[in-house]
């Protein structure tokens, strides 16, 4: 058995130790704490790295959609009026033709030239030049036209896009819309280059319009076309007579407008009635002439339709 001396000698002992023990391990838990704090510190500078990296990559997407829409904007704002005078061939396919075009879609003229379509010889050019306005409005676009020889003040057509639709709503400023010389029907070929007619076709709407809804037409509204002091070359007399052609939508039939055919006066009767709808135009009628006046008029009953007798049957679509 220890006596009392050695048995407070070893306590010490173990004392010191212990307190040793809890020195290292202070020390430990001081060089623990410290490679926390360098582990935190270098995944901040990593996240701050891959923030600053996903901020650049934004920043330059939407630069790069900034240079497009703005590319685009400024392509919309100076668009030539080639590009329209173009869009208004192709749709033609031809027969409607924008030479000369100058300025920008939004705001530009040309020459109008009449055709008998692509790679047709004969063509017939408007006097002046067409002036156009373009302008966009919350439902649409807004056409003003200016044509000294031939619009009656200043017109505008009305652009109404929808689903699937398209509306074209024309404007008249004035008791008429338009007059032009008929001598430009030449341009359109056969049978007009035969008949090389004169006069003049005056053009007159109420509430017209025109619309395609999923690729089929439809007109609405009335247009009428007079064609005063009508004559044509293979008649020996100097003029025929002024006539109408009325065209208007009927409520019963949508999509479906009427077409009637008269004379107002002269010596070449023209009467006929038909539809307009999307099967294109349909017409029968018939072309007379007084006796007296059948042998001037000859000619001209042959080329216009199938002769009857005394009359000629006109037949269109």
Known sequence: MSSPPSRFVQFGRALRLGRKGDGAGRSELRESRRGSKRDRLSAARIGTAAVSARSAKALRRWATVGTVLGGLTALLLFAPARWLASAIASGSEGRVVLADASGSIWNGSAVVVLAGGLGAIEARVLPGRLSWTLRPMWTGMDLALRHACCLNEQPHVRLLPGLGKLRVEVHQQGDWLGSWPAALLVGLGTPWNTLQPGGALRLSTTGLALVWVSGRFAFEGRADVEWRDMSSRVATLPRLGSYRLAVASTPTEVGTATVQL????????????????????????????????????????????????????????
């Not at 009467?271 to 007379?288: D, P």
């Open 262 to 317: 008269s004379t107002v006066e002269g010596p070449l009767l023209l009467t006929g009635s038909g539809s307009w709808g999307a099967g294109g135009l349909r017409l029968r009628g018939e072309a007379t002439a007084a006796e007296v006046d059948q042998p001037a008029l000859a000619n001209l009953l042959n080329i216009i339709g199938r002769r009857d007798g005394a009359r000629s049957l006109i037949s269109i679509g």
